[in-house]
């Protein structure tokens, strides 16, 4: 194909390219791998997220059986690169966020035709997934980083204490969570918010994107920062139990960054993207931040210092 100039990646399997001709450009996204999730959910997602009048790449063309799709063009301002800035008001862009991520939690029709005239439906955030999700630390990071005698006795503990933390999840499954809701997702386009990176999202806690904008691990923020932003999401709440809601906030959040410090280890060593691993030690610290907050996580601390000392620090 002519006129295509290839774009940087991201952590997933896909490719980007940008198609420009003289008049308009748009993005050729390929993916031959996953391109059930990454082409056909993506683009189901978008269709939901453009009726509920938020902004999503729409679809210009499909080409299924050649492992790609032509989406819009958002361009390169994401709201990372904004906030980068020295001399931009952090909390102003916030305040946009988090209005936004209010009506995507507004969100009540979950079924789409897809390109394929199939119905799709959201599947559920469930429990199973969530203690999947946490042990993709066990899988890669344990596994980097413990010898197999002590890698075996700490994988029997942290699946009992994962479990016990996902049971203590007050909140139900019933809104539409992104599940990768941070500011390198968030595009400004014409002084509105485009929300990209969807094909991940299911119907799940009220409390999962939050921790994901707040607890970002790409963007480091202050905790005073992270204080107002929450407060900020919890006073636009009519009903709102906080006490339920705050103890979701921190075990989402845990759980996230464990996740996370999993998936950048296997993109390091599976797919061989290095970069990803010097953004380790501030996940740790996220999580230094969220365990001491509240009881539940005791067994967890005391099991990470046991075997992490040195890279987790919790007193």
């Given at each position: 194909?002519?006129?295509?100039?290839?774009?940087?990646?991201?952590?997933?399997?896909?490719?980007?390219?940008?198609?420009?001709?003289?008049?308009?450009?748009?993005?050729?996204?390929?993916?031959?791998?996953?391109?059930?999730?990454?082409?056909?959910?993506?683009?189901?997602?978008?269709?939901?997220?453009n009726k509920n009048k938020i902004l999503a790449p729409s679809l210009i063309n499909e080409e299924y059986n050649k492992n790609y799709?032509?989406?819009?063009?958002?361009?390169?301002?994401?709201?990372?690169?904004?906030?980068?800035?020295?001399?931009?008001?952090?909390?102003?862009?916030?305040?946009k966020i988090i209005n936004l991520l209010i009506k995507i939690q507004s969100i009540k029709n979950r079924n789409v035709m897809n390109?394929?005239?199939?119905?799709?439906?959201?599947?559920?955030?469930?429990?199973?997934?969530?203690?999947?999700?946490?042990?993709?630390f066990c899988d890669w990071y344990v596994k980097k980083n413990l010898l197999k005698a002590r890698r075996n006795k700490f994988s029997?503990?942290?699946?009992?204490?994962?479990?016990?933390?996902?049971?203590?999840?007050?909140?139900?499954?019933?809104?539409?969570?992104?599940?990768?809701?941070?500011?390198?997702?968030?595009?400004?386009?014409?002084?509105?918010?485009?929300?990209?990176?969807?094909?991940?999202?299911?119907?799940?806690?009220?409390?999962?994107?939050?921790?994901?904008?707040?607890?970002?691990?790409?963007?480091?923020?202050?905790?005073?920062?992270?204080?107002?932003?929450?407060?900020?999401?919890?006073?636009?709440?009519?009903?709102?139990?906080?006490?339920?809601?705050?103890?979701?906030?921190?075990?989402?959040?845990?759980?996230?960054?464990?996740?996370?410090?999993?998936?950048?280890?296997?993109?390091?060593?599976?797919?061989?993207?290095?970069?990803?691993?010097?953004?380790?030690?501030?996940?740790?610290?996220?999580?230094?931040?969220?365990?001491?907050?509240?009881?539940?996580?005791?067994?967890?601390?005391?099991?990470?210092?046991?075997?992490?000392?040195?890279?987790?620090?919790?007193?």
């Open positions: 194909m002519k006129n295509l100039i290839k774009m940087k990646g991201d952590a997933s399997h896909r490719k980007f390219f940008r198609k420009k001709n003289n008049i308009k450009s748009s993005i050729i996204v390929y993916s031959k791998k996953e391109k059930f999730k990454n082409l056909l959910i993506y683009d189901a997602i978008n269709q939901i997220l799709i032509e989406i819009q063009d958002f361009g390169n301002e994401t709201i990372f690169n904004k906030l980068s800035k020295n001399n931009t008001n952090k909390f102003h862009y916030f305040k390109f394929k005239n199939k119905n799709y439906t959201i599947p559920k955030y469930d429990r199973r997934i969530l203690f999947k999700e946490a042990n993709l029997r503990k942290f699946k009992i204490i994962i479990k016990k933390l996902i049971l203590n999840l007050k909140l139900k499954n019933d809104f539409f969570v992104h599940r990768d809701f941070h500011v390198s997702n968030l595009m400004i386009i014409k002084n509105k918010i485009g929300l990209i990176d969807s094909q991940d999202a299911l119907i799940g806690n009220k409390a999962y994107d939050l921790a994901s904008l707040v607890d970002d691990v790409r963007f480091k923020t202050s905790k005073s920062f992270k204080k107002k932003v929450f407060d900020l999401y919890v006073k636009k709440q009519k009903k709102i139990d906080i006490k339920k809601f705050k103890n979701d906030f921190e075990i989402l959040s845990i759980l996230r960054n464990l996740k996370i410090i999993g998936i950048f280890t296997r993109l390091a060593f599976r797919d061989g993207k290095k970069k990803y691993l010097r953004l380790i030690p501030y996940t740790w610290r996220l999580i230094e931040l969220r365990i001491n907050e509240n009881k539940v996580f005791d067994d967890l601390k005391i099991l990470l210092n046991q075997n992490f000392r040195g890279k987790f620090n919790a007193n």
